[in-house]
């Protein structure tokens, strides 16, 4: 029998066909895409690459980030613009961390195309004065309503910041009375018009007075428009004159009787039937206008038929009779 000599390296076992079947296949991850820019995203780049700015434009931005020291805009540009907060606004209440939000929209002037630090330097102050009093002509002429936070009192009224710019609001148009205490106006905001704009003499008035005549008067013609014609109302007359009668009704509302209203007969004036003071009923005619028309005469038309029908039906009711008999008309004849 022959010897076997073993040598250092064993031949490998066989694996079964069957093992092999049951070997899962590897799984081969893909590898993420790589972000692909459009070419709307290079043509932005493009065109920031080739705008040209100089100092002494204006720019609009969006605020991304507000601190104390100021506010840092982003101008679609590769450099960021930067405002400090002394240049943000002339008005002394003004606040860059209250009233500055991320996300707004600012205009300014450039100052520095390079403060040192590679963004651009702005002030919101240089562009109000520039553009400010073409905006504030405009609110003129068209008559805006818009609103303003006083921020001091001064002589004779009181002082408040639009569009950059310090507007004075005096004391007789703050209100639609009179008012004593300018101090409780302070930090209060009201809703203005602009009735002033002189750009040569930095003169801007504004007037809340005026507004608040015209919502005052939307109110009232409210409240008329409400009244239907036919109404009868209880009033005192407040006023007489040549050609009619003031009668308040309350509620701030007031209508005229005129001088054919007030009685049947014919009167010359409304002084020979009634006096300030007197307490009337009177009947909505119309609401024409804005103005409340009433009568006292037709009131009283109104209430005669009335009148005759009760005293015949208490006639009927006593069982008189209301007819006239021969024996009535005989009775005091003298032959």
């Known amino acids: 029998m022959e010897t076997e000599r073993k040598t250092g390296m ?9 093992a092999v079947a049951q070997v899962p296949e590897a799984t081969v991850l893909a590898a993420p895409e790589a972000p692909t820019e459009s070419m709307a995203d290079y043509s932005k780049e493009l065109e920031a690459s080739f705008r040209k700015i100089r100092e002494g434009d204006i720019l609009t931005g969006t605020v ?3 601190n104390e020291e100021g506010v840092t805009l982003d101008l679609d540009y590769y450099a960021p613009g930067v405002i400090k ?3 943000m606004s002339r008005d002394p209440s003004f ?8 996300g707004d929209k600012l205009e300014a002037t450039v100052v520095k195309r390079d403060d ?3 963004n651009i330097l702005l002030s919101c102050v240089e562009a109000a004065e520039a553009l400010g009093w073409d905006k504030l002509q405009t609110y003129l002429e068209e008559k805006t309503i818009l609103s303003v936070k006083v921020s001091q009192v001064v002589n004779k009224g009181v002082v408040g910041y639009l569009e950059g710019i310090r507007g004075f609001i005096p ?6 009375s009179y008012v004593e205490d300018l101090e409780s106006f302070v930090g209060k905001s009201l809703d203005v018009r602009v009735i002033t704009v002189e750009k040569g003499r930095e003169k801007l008035v504004l007037s809340a007075r005026d507004v608040l005549k015209e919502q005052e008067a939307e109110a009232m013609n409210h409240k008329i428009s409400m009244i239907a014609p036919g109404t009868v109302m209880e009033g005192k007359v407040e006023s007489l004159m040549p050609y ?5 009704l309350g509620e701030g509302l007031s209508g005229l009787v005129h001088v054919s209203q007030i009685s049947q007969k014919r009167i010359k004036a409304p002084n020979e039937v009634l006096k300030t003071g007197d307490t009337v009923k009177v009947k909505v005619l119309n609401t024409n206008n804005g103005k409340i028309s009433l009568s006292m005469k037709a009131l009283a038309e109104d209430a005669q038929p009335d009148e005759v029908d009760g005293k015949l039906a208490a006639q009927y009711s006593s069982g008189k009779s209301v007819g006239t008999s021969l024996g009535d008309l ?3 004849l003298k032959l």
């Open 10 to 18: 064993e031949a490998p076992a066989e694996v079964p066909v069957e």
């Open 64 to 66: 991304i980030h507000v």
């Open 85 to 87: 907060a002394a240049d």
């Open 95 to 102: 606040s860059v961390l209250n009233d500055v939000h991320v």
């Open 116 to 118: 040192g630090a590679g």
């Open 171 to 176: 004391a007789s148009h703050l209100s639609l």
């Open 244 to 248: 009619g009668a003031f009668v308040d």
């Open 330 to 332: 005989l009775k005091g």
